[in-house]
């Protein structure tokens, strides 16, 4: 587990093993760990044990890729088969497949969930949209019990010097849990092998778009993603399975239909070649006609009805403002039930990341007493929320205030924000980046400032400062809280209600925001295009809550992977990041079978977590012959444990033994 998550490599762990042979206290287990020197004969190790039995080997195709003179060439890339992950799962470990991508009755409510939304949503909903999309998805064929809802997700990760990879992942919509309970590994790949132009991706989305293919038609297919069909001299194993069900079960055999796909507005571009997007001025929604220069269709002007949802796209007509006519480019559109309204702006990197990075410390200047568009270093403590003569002392009485209320808000240790400095309320266009707030830390702060800014309203109305800018601006805030706050805690499908409740926050908080900007031109408020993608996002969700499709958890997977290449060899990452996740992942799947079995679960060691307790004794070790003590499932959790607090303890780092030459990770 330590060497899939990027902590150990593959020779400390060897080194650790070798020393609990000689301690005496190993089973055979750790003698064949002990044997394993590099990480090739570390796979072919695992290859041959039962537990990696769990997920299916590494795929192989063909794809253009850079190479290092600046060239390009066809090189191999590696992925885990969505058809074949879920295959696997349904034989090895039936009670893990039912507890990853939802039991049948969990199917049943989530498909009688998605016909409930046809019938109630709301007008100007797109709910003719989603009544075609139910009828003319390609799963039909299998009962409601046994149509398993399926969605992707992918996202870029920095890692260290620059380098980016775009990871890739699936996963059943029916069971919400921790990260790697219902997140599973497509691919990765890096972006300096990537050839421009999106070549290389679109070539692993011809591979996702062919297995979804298979997993909607459940059975197992007879031709590659190129159409060549599978033999004795082409992948004989797959050839010996082709036509057979996936997952068959005792009422039938079970199908995967796609039913979303989620990612942040620069992963929806990449993925589907999206000529509309943030960076262009005109036509920037790939939904509507809205543009971000002034005129009929731009985006700020009556955000209730504007003229812009009059010109939205329809997926199941012919004519000008079909989908097809404009984006006919991106593999991923022919997924089989492909509908552009089941693409999701992701709720985090729009609203977080996106709004309140810009209003929160815009609103704050306001607070501060700080007049628009201007830095100045001494304020008008007159006009203030918070007493200070200067920008810093006001900083610190306002992070005293927000520590306060945090505290009697009970508001959890990790979503505070530490401080709130000068550089926050800085510049015209004043702007909170990642590393000073996390996005869930400025969710949690927003309420907060909500209520500061309702409480400055009363108080500039006694001394006569800018009353109008601070009544929208309490109002823009007091509206985006009570919009999370409709979708907070409630499942992932609304009522009618709530829908309609969500869409006129929604409204109300954009229309405060653009008649500031209007007020204000010259800062500190901004209207952005993610201010557009949050209207979609609200109005055309289908009745589900987009907070139960947002990416906190996918951006954890991403993070997990983003370690994981970090820590394998620059030229065979690609697959050695496949390989070491379906190492810790087999693991952790065939422990949690075991506990589903009603089976006593395996002693939880130290050792794969995060390597020895100085002092312990030699007999805590995994038990002989059972599956490896893997990973932090005390809990019943797929999941690893928590980084941070109870973080186990470092591997070791000292003493290797003598003459055991280090070996390449
Ligand atoms: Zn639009």
Redesign the pocket.
Known sequence: MAIRDGRVSTADAACWAQLRVEEGGADGLMQKLARCTSERTLHEWALKEPWRQLLPLPYGFRAPLQTRDGGVAMGTLHCLLPHEVFSVLAEKAPRVFDELFGAPAACEHFWAEMHRAAQEMPDGHRAEEHRLWLQRHPMQHAAPQRRIPVGIHGDAGQMHGGEKITAVSWGGLCRRGTTLDTRLLFIVVKHSEAVAGHATLYRAFETLTWSMGALVTGIHPACDERGEPFGPDHHPERAARAGQPLAPGPHGPHCGAWSELRGDWEFLRDALGLKQHYGVRENF??????TQTAGPLF?GDNFADGL??RT?VEPYHTGPNSWAARHPVSPLTRLPGFSIWRCQFDMMHTVELGILQRLIPAALQGLMGIPPGQAVARVSEANAAFKGRSKQAQCLAATLEYRKWAAAKKVPHGSRVKRITVRWVKGSYPDISTEHAKAAALRAMLPWVAEMAEAHVHKLAGLGGNLRVAQLTACCLTAMAKLDETYTRQPRFLTAGQAQQAATHCTEALQALAELTRLLPRGPFRLTPKC??L??LTWDSALQNPRQMHCYQDEDFVGLMKRTYTACHGATAPLRTVQRYCLGTSMQLAVREQLLQGMRAPKVGHAWRGGPVRGAPASSGPPSGGLPSACNHEAGSLAPAKRGRGRPPKPPVAKRPRGRPRKVR
Do not use: K, P, V
Request: glycine content about 0%; proline content about 0%.
């Open positions: 929604c790939h939904l509507c006609d809205a985006f812009a949802r939205l557009h993608a209207q979609h």
